[in-house]
């Protein structure tokens, strides 16, 4: 082991002196718990279903007449499970999906609605019984705030202002009286509006100058038809694309509430040919999705940079709306499916995620993970009328505390985790001041054959006891199957202890542990 100092957003601690790390898998951290950074925004742990694979029908809908357990179509097993994870907001109906996707398809009687033929996933026919009535509908049952794509690629200007009408109108006009003729009265509520999507690839090839001027346009007929501002998404980069997000803030950083961000952590950190394997992968694939996770860190940072010379006042927040591991398809499933498995290594990857978010949360205000059943980093998967939650799944569950929490910057020297002749963290760290009042750590230790003790000194608090959960795993590729749902899955956290005034946490390898400390 190397050591390694990380220091995450500190003003007085910075300078406080840390003690050495050993060579053993020791981290030190420090904290004041009087000192408060950003609000961490609820949204940040948003979610994505996309019409692709069994996202959505198998996955949220199976429909009315269905002999799977069901209200009113929507799987019960799987509203339940989405109810328990609390998700505020919910991406839909795309995704590469969304520029080829005509709202009216997907409304009126559902014998009645056309079919469609989806180019993008998998080449199969979708008979459009989920649409825009069922989607509001399940985000109302389940309390998630909508976020809908419009179709900027495929689809014209007059047909996302109606869109925006027929969902968000209470007036006495066309589309919100074809509303009413289709069953629903009152207008939805629909805080988000992302306007197209990569638009630098399958949302129309374009060049950032003309995507640009694109958003121009169509944002001038985004109307608010309500008595609240609906929140206008543009089309962002991907990964290292500094150019796209300069264009974009220079020709309509001031049209714009939010600036989109896509970044998939591949293993092989490679488009062509195997992205890696979900499941029975060696050290060399973990350690490599780990650091290639982590790039994500030096997205942001330059991303925002950017931002910040055209928006000194933040008033443009960062959504990174798709993120996530992308795998090679499950064995046997259609590739365009884009089905995998999910493991503890993915848990991991989503909470060192959640603490680049945390850090960066006054600008980063809302993400969403790719994608919510069946489909890449799922939180669920099912088969027929077996479903299980993922490691990903428990991962958000955790974290739940952590939505509305007010940050703790933090000083964290940890050791590193080497592989061959590369090095990364070892250990993570975040910490906040929940809604609630209650003080909370998350650690993760990523050492997959090691266990990790940190050294927590804590300012500002005097602790008397802890209590907390902890996702862990003795495999790197450990996962839930329909046999055996509850492999990886959390428990109880007992080895925290308080000694002198700190507290003294031994994590063991492959672990998430989140601490309530009083």
């Given at each position: 082991?190397?050591?390694?100092?990380?220091?995450?957003?500190?003003?007085?601690?910075?300078?406080?002196?840390?003690?050495?790390?050993?060579?053993?898998?020791?981290?030190?951290?420090?904290?004041?718990?009087?000192?408060?950074?950003?609000?961490?925004?609820?949204?940040?742990?948003?979610?994505?279903?996309?019409?692709?694979?069994?996202?959505?029908?198998?996955?949220?809908?199976?429909?009315?007449?269905?002999?799977?357990?069901?209200?009113?179509?929507?799987?019960?097993d799987v509203l339940a499970a989405l109810?328990?994870?609390?998700?505020?907001?919910?991406?839909?109906?795309?995704?590469?999906?969304?520029?080829?996707?005509?709202?009216?398809?997907?409304?009126?009687?559902?014998?009645?609605?056309?079919?469609?033929?989806?180019?993008?996933?998998?080449?199969?026919?979708?008979?459009?019984?989920?649409?825009?009535?069922?989607?509001?509908?399940?985000?109302?049952?389940?309390?998630?705030?909508?976020?809908?794509?419009?179709?900027?690629?495929?689809?014209?200007?007059?047909?996302?202002?109606?869109?925006?009408?027929?969902?968000?109108?209470?007036?006495?006009?066309?589309?919100?009286?074809?509303?009413?003729?289709?069953?629903?009265?009152?207008?939805?509520?629909?805080?988000?509006?992302?306007?197209?999507?990569?638009?630098?690839?399958?949302?129309?090839?374009?060049?950032?100058?003309?995507?640009?001027?694109?958003?121009?346009?169509?944002?001038?007929?985004?109307?608010?038809?309500?008595?609240?501002?609906?929140?206008?998404?543009?089309?962002?980069?991907?990964?290292?694309?500094?150019?796209?997000?300069?264009?974009?803030?220079?020709?309509?950083?001031?049209?714009?509430?939010?600036?989109?961000?896509?970044?998939?952590?591949?293993?092989?950190?490679?488009?062509?040919?195997?992205?890696?394997?979900?499941?029975?992968?060696?050290?060399?694939?973990?350690?490599?999705?780990?650091?290639?996770?982590?790039?994500?860190?030096?997205?942001?940072?330059?991303?925002?940079?950017?931002?910040?010379?055209?928006?000194?006042?933040?008033?443009?927040?960062?959504?990174?709306?798709?993120?996530?591991?992308?795998?090679?398809?499950?064995?046997?499933?259609?590739?365009?499916?884009?089905?995998?498995?999910?493991?503890?290594?993915?848990?991991?990857?989503?909470?060192?995620?959640?603490?680049?978010?945390?850090?960066?949360?006054?600008?980063?205000?809302?993400?969403?993970?790719?994608?919510?059943?069946?489909?890449?980093?799922?939180?669920?998967?099912?088969?027929?009328?077996?479903?299980?939650?993922?490691?990903?799944?428990?991962?958000?569950?955790?974290?739940?505390?952590?939505?509305?929490?007010?940050?703790?910057?933090?000083?964290?020297?940890?050791?590193?985790?080497?592989?061959?002749?590369?090095?990364?963290?070892?250990?993570?760290?975040?910490?906040?001041?929940?809604?609630?009042?209650?003080?909370?750590?998350?650690?993760?230790?990523?050492?997959?054959?090691?266990?990790a003790t940190i050294q927590c000194a804590?300012?500002?608090?005097?602790?008397?006891?802890?209590?907390?959960?902890?996702?862990?795993?003795?495999?790197?590729?450990?996962?839930?199957?329909?046999?055996?749902?509850?492999?990886?899955?959390?428990?109880?956290?007992?080895?925290?202890?308080?000694?002198?005034?700190?507290?003294?946490?031994?994590?063991?390898?492959?672990?998430?542990?989140?601490?309530?400390?009083?």
């Amino acid at each position: 082991m190397i050591k390694r100092l990380v220091l995450l957003p500190l003003t007085a601690l910075a300078a406080i002196i840390l003690s050495p790390v050993s060579e053993s898998a020791e981290a030190q951290l420090m904290l004041d718990a009087t000192r408060s950074g950003p609000v961490i925004n609820k949204n940040i742990y948003g979610q994505f279903s996309e019409h692709l694979g069994h996202c959505i029908y198998e996955g949220i809908w199976v429909g009315p007449d269905s002999p799977i357990p069901n209200t009113n179509g929507y799987r019960n097993d799987v509203l339940a499970a989405l109810k328990e994870l609390k998700v505020p907001q919910l991406r839909w109906p795309g995704g590469c999906f969304a520029d080829e996707y005509h709202w009216r398809d997907g409304i009126g009687p559902r014998e009645k609605r056309p079919s469609m033929f989806n180019s993008h996933w998998g080449g199969v026919v979708e008979n459009n019984h989920f649409g825009t009535h069922e989607f509001l509908d399940l985000c109302e049952m389940l309390g998630i705030e909508p976020y809908i794509c419009l179709n900027l690629g495929s689809g014209t200007v007059q047909e996302a202002m109606e869109w925006v009408e027929y969902m968000t109108s209470p007036a006495d006009s066309p589309m919100a009286n074809l509303r009413r003729q289709n069953g629903r009265d009152k207008p939805w509520t629909v805080p988000f509006v992302a306007i197209g999507n990569e638009s630098w690839g399958c949302g129309g090839n374009m060049r950032p100058e003309f995507a640009a001027d694109n958003f121009r346009r169509y944002n001038t007929f985004v109307k608010n038809y309500s008595d609240y501002q609906i929140q206008r998404i543009a089309c962002g980069a991907s990964g290292s694309d500094y150019k796209w997000t300069e264009t974009m803030m220079a020709i309509a950083g001031d049209k714009m509430d939010g600036l989109a961000l896509h970044y998939y952590t591949l293993p092989t950190d490679s488009w062509t040919g195997s992205k890696g394997a979900a499941t029975g992968f060696g050290e060399d694939h973990y350690f490599s999705t780990l650091r290639n996770t982590l790039k994500m860190k030096t997205f942001l940072d330059r991303h925002i940079a950017i931002m910040d010379e055209y928006d000194p006042d933040r008033k443009v927040d960062m959504v990174v709306d798709e993120w996530g591991i992308w795998t090679d398809s499950e064995p046997g499933t259609n590739p365009g499916f884009l089905r995998q498995q999910n493991t503890i290594r993915d848990a991991i990857l989503a909470a060192l995620n959640f603490h680049l978010f945390h850090e960066r949360a006054d600008r980063v205000s809302m993400t969403n993970i790719a994608q919510i059943i069946n489909v890449l980093q799922a939180m669920i998967l099912t088969d027929k009328e077996k479903m299980l939650l993922t490691p990903t799944y428990h991962a958000f569950a955790m974290y739940k505390p952590f939505q509305g929490a007010t940050a703790i910057p933090l000083s964290l020297a940890s050791p590193d985790y080497s592989f061959e002749g590369e090095s990364i963290p070892a250990v993570s760290a975040t910490a906040a001041r929940g809604t609630d009042g209650k003080l909370r750590i998350a650690l993760v230790n990523v050492l997959p054959n090691e266990s990790a003790t940190i050294q927590c000194a804590i300012e500002g608090i005097t602790l008397t006891s802890t209590s907390g959960q902890i996702l862990t795993a003795s495999a790197m590729d450990a996962h839930n199957t329909f046999e055996a749902p509850d492999n990886v899955k959390p428990a109880s956290f007992t080895d925290a202890s308080i000694q002198d005034g700190k507290l003294i946490v031994k994590l063991p390898p492959l672990s998430i542990v989140v601490l309530e400390l009083n």
